[in-house]
């Protein structure tokens, strides 16, 4: 059965529109990455002294998922060669797998897990507590999935016993999630409570994706489907990190003002010497 495992990516000849496409998306994601880790890093600044972390840890994300997608746009580069007018997989000695992106998964899940913690304003041993507690379900998910979606081609068999597997460890996490919005909504001023209860459903929206990306071979292994499945993982990344990472910035930054932080470099520093 081993041997029968692999991804669509290595039996799907693609056009150039649709190589190109696959290029493009992954390019454009690492991109968006690199761009943001000095927005977050110029960001945490303006933060009360116990928020700071919230977006230097999106920079972490940033600089992670930028790096493992830069390696993903390579591997595509890699994998195919353009043999008798379209793009050929396996013409050079090289497969192509998005398992690097679940390798990466295992790094960010448990940050983005606590960087909501630490958003919502526990105290500091309940972040530990609660971040632990959603991060053994979430890197739990990944290694089933990561294991799971070597089984794309032939029989599905593999893929939806571990793509189960994965998912009931997705529901395990998304009731700790709950737990953790929950707490967070009893620890924030009135006038901020909608957050937590919108980034309920950001997260729900966003992080249900990767299911369905994951899912998708079943539908045939054709060049629509193998970008259309890049397609979808970009637009999960660039929304459950990037995006993600945006909103708790904000919220942290208003948390921040409304509990009387004022950033003291402004406040305090010297009016600059008068020339000449
Ligand atoms: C898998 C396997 C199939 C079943 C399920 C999955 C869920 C994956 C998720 C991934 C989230 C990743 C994030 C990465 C950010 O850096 C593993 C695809 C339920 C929810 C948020």
């Known amino acids: 059965l081993a041997d029968q495992l692999g991804n669509i990516e290595n039996i799907v000849t693609l056009t150039t529109q649709q190589y190109t496409l696959g290029s493009l998306i992954l390019m454009v994601s690492y991109g968006a990455c690199f761009a943001f ?7 945490s600044q303006n933060l009360a002294p116990r928020y700071r972390l919230v977006p230097i840890l999106s920079a972490v994300v940033m600089a992670s998922a930028g790096l493992s997608l830069l390696q993903e746009f390579n591997l595509w580069k890699d994998s195919y060669a353009f043999v008798d007018g379209a793009y050929r997989p396996l013409a050079e000695n090289e497969t192509f797998t998005n398992a690097f992106r679940y390798g990466n998964w295992t790094i960010t899940v448990p940050i983005l897990l606590t960087q909501l913690a630490i958003a919502m304003g526990l105290k500091q041993s309940d972040i530990q507590r609660r971040s632990l507690r959603m991060a053994v379900p979430g890197v739990l998910m990944i290694w089933a999935g990561l294991y799971g979606q070597f ?3 032939g029989d599905f068999s593999h893929l ?9 460890f997705f529901l395990w996490l998304i009731l700790e999630v709950r737990q953790t919005l929950i707490s967070g909504i009893n620890n924030t001023p009135d006038i901020l409570k909608p957050w937590p209860s919108n980034l309920w459903w950001f997260f729900l929206a966003t992080w249900g994706l990767y299911p369905l990306a994951y899912a998708l071979p079943q539908l045939g292994a054709t060049g629509d ?4 499945r890049q397609a979808i993982y970009s637009v999960a ?13 904000r ?11 004022m950033p ?9 010497p008068k020339s000449n």
């Open 37 to 43: 880790i000095l927005f977050f890093m110029m960001n």
């Open 151 to 153: 089984g794309e081609v």
């Open 160 to 168: 939806n016993l571990w793509g189960v597997v994965s998912t009931i």
């Open 225 to 228: 489907i193998v970008v259309a």
């Open 237 to 249: 990344d660039i929304f459950s990190k990037l995006v993600f990472g945006i909103i708790l910035t």
């Open 251 to 261: 919220f942290v930054l208003r948390r921040s003002s409304y509990e009387g932080y």
């Open 264 to 272: 003291a470099a402004e406040e305090l520093a010297p009016a600059p």
